[in-house]
């Protein structure tokens, strides 16, 4: 049967249906596509690559048209929201680096030369050393109504082209925004060597992201549909926390805070969740935790095998992304082997709905053009 | 005897305080200073090592063992110096040229300097002549470059074939690690060694100097 629209064909995937072909899910958090592969990409499609602008600053990603998003059949559409007002991005030239501070205050640089990201640097409580440090710092308000200015019309766009919402977060995750605010080696050793430091910090980040839903989801009102939060909890070979950790300091906020989204919605939304890297391990806890959805199925992090996930994991959790790896494959394999390695892919997470097609995490810089449209080939191949 | 596993035990717990105090009673008990940095600290940092290996302990106990070491270096690195205790080699370390990630490169630094190595750690986005140089000024045996990201592991092959031509190859052991990086790579690029973690990292350094 055909699917009305690409909102009906999302809609079947997260509830473990299939559709009429597998649902694209470009655009969601972390779906995206460098600003350097776009304007190539665009340029092979025909469509003008001096349109391409970069959306997401630290991530040098573009911001994806939506001609592009026509021509290879995107279902899911991405709802952003602002800057805060009294916030805006001021890029400095500081020698070697181009750099620039956040609204929450962490400073981020990018080599001038070779460099393809913004990473941070400097943390704002990085000197901080008791709980009042924490709690003096201020955060921009988070239910500033500059943020949500034309989140309204995005919905409305997205209803007008029968696309699937998918209303992205405007910063990392709890633990992460914990990591940034404080440093990262800083945070880790507060989780041992003063666990009320770590504990009021967490508090707070879920404090503004609470807020920040709330109001969000007013705005989104009855249209929603997924409502993406990210927060990386493991590496290439494991997990960045051990899992007593994770189920002390971060699990009973994450379950909080999905839970408070998924209560202020004004219609039944899906938390989309996205940690990078080998999470298998703690999949049960975020299926506890109210994740529906589960990005970017690293397949390349240790112990996440497709086959696999999708038979321990497949009742619980709808798979977006897990469409091809972007570590090794995405960028060296010939545009043959691309294809067969996205078939493959497809045939382990696809059967039986619960699965939205995506690369592992975004197409980086060092992507051929050749290679990308060898992947929507793939899928193309699979939908027949 | 108690004092090293005091140590041993301190370190686990991240107890700085702890092992600056064990290291100190050791020393005045007469144990060499030697004998401390082997049985003591390194055994420690070995079986953490291990551990992170194994998937038992994770980043954050990792950090805490290793800022504890530190502080019990602290006294023990002067009394080494005067007895003359030499270091199991001297490693440079760095993130390569465009790559501004350091977790990883820093906890590989920590574990090495647990295993004993004088470590010298250059920070991150380091040119390949900025390593020639300093290769060169601290006589270093053992280069150890990181890269997290597919588009700047390019750089530690651009390193590897500067230091051939400048004729430092010869001279220097090259390990790489970080997330995308593989055994496969590293011999493909002419690297000695890979490493796929921390603890991995000082037993790969050892071998390669032995």
Known sequence: MLEKNSRER??????????????????????????????????SLGLDPGKAKVFDRIQQLGGLDQDFKEQINNDAEGIYSNPPSGWEFKREDRDKYWEFTDEFGIRWRMPKEGGFYYDMWDHPLQKADSIKDIEALEFCDPQDSARFENVAEQFASAARLGKAPVFNPNTGGIFEMALWLRGFEEFYQDMILNPGMAEALLDKTLDYKKKFWEKALEVAGEEILVVAEADDIASQDSLLVSPDMYRKFIKPRHKELFSHIKKQAKSRAYIWYHSCGAVKRLLPDLIEEGVDIINPVQLSAADMNAEELKREFGKDLVFW?????????????????????TKKNI?????????????VHNVQADVPAENFFAMLEGLEEMNK | MDYLINI???????????VKSN???????????????????MKAMGIIGEKFKNDEIFVPEVLVAARAMKSGMEVLKPVLIDDKVESQGA???????????????????????????????????????????????EQADVLAMSALLTTTMPEMKNVIDVLKEVGLRGKVKVIIGGAP????????IGADAYAKDAGSAVDKVKEMLL
Request: glycine content about 14%; some cysteine; overall charge negative.
């Open chain 1, 10 to 43: 999302i809609e079947k995937a997260l509830n473990h249906k299939e559709s009429d072909r597998i649902p694209l899910g470009f655009d969601a958090h972390c779906c995206g596509i460098h600003i350097k592969t776009y304007r190539k990409l665009r340029e």
């Open chain 1, 321 to 341: 992304g897990g469409g091809i790896d972007t570590q090794k494959a995405l960028p060296n394999f010939s545009p043959e082997e691309v294809k067969e390695a």
């Open chain 1, 347 to 359: 045939e382990n997470l696809a059967p039986g709905g619960g699965f939205v097609f995506a690369p």
């Open chain 2, 8 to 18: 041993i035990e301190n370190l686990h717990a991240g107890n700085a305080e702890g």
């Open chain 2, 23 to 41: 290291v100190e009673q050791a020393l005045r008990s007469g144990m060499s200073a030697d004998e401390i940095l082997q049985q003591g600290m």
């Open chain 2, 91 to 137: 490693v440079l370390l760095g993130t390569v040229k465009g790559d501004l990630h350091d977790i990883g490169k820093n906890l590989v630094g920590m574990m090495l300097e647990g295993g004993g190595f004088d470590v010298i750690d250059m920070g991150v986005d380091i040119e390949a002549d900025e390593f020639v140089n300093k290769l060169r000024e």
């Open chain 2, 181 to 188: 990086v593989t055994s496969d790579y590293a011999e493909q």
